[in-house]
Every structure is written in structure tokens, then in C-alpha cells.
């Protein structure tokens, strides 16, 4: 999947969002269908802008492949 990207937020910011997002719905048991909603709520209150990309909250959601 292609990395995000945005003019006013560092590529390491988006990392930190999707490692702490993936902590988030693992250790509070968050139903998958909440995911997006709730992705798209971490990146309002991170970045301060009322329009979030979508791709960019499919890039937080997407699965980690398991090894």
C-alpha cells in the first residue's frame, strides 16, 4: 500500500498514528466495523483539519501482514 501523504504533516506523524491506532483497537478490543470512524476521528484531533483523506485512513486500518 502506498504511504500517505499530506503537505502539513510529517510522513513519521502518520506512522505514529497507525502504530497507536493499532495498539488502540488490539488492547481495547475495538469491533472492526468502528475502525474507520474512529481512524478518522485520531486524524481530526492529530492534525487539526476537519477533511481527512480516506486513503489515508485505509492506510491506518490496513492489517499488518501476520508472519
Given at each position: ?45 492529530v492534525t487539526g483539519d476537519e477533511y481527512v483523506d480516506p486513503n489515508l485512513v485505509e ?9
Amino acid at each position: 500500500m502506498r504511504n500517505p501523504s499530506n503537505d502539513n504533516t510529517p510522513y513519521f506523524e502518520f506512522e505514529a498514528m497507525r502504530e497507536a491506532f493499532n495498539r488502540w483497537v488490539v488492547e481495547d478490543k475495538v469491533p472492526e466495523d468502528q475502525w474507520r470512524p474512529r481512524a478518522t476521528n485520531l486524524v481530526r484531533i492529530v492534525t487539526g483539519d476537519e477533511y481527512v483523506d480516506p486513503n489515508l485512513v485505509e492506510w491506518i486500518i490496513h492489517k499488518k501482514p501476520q508472519r
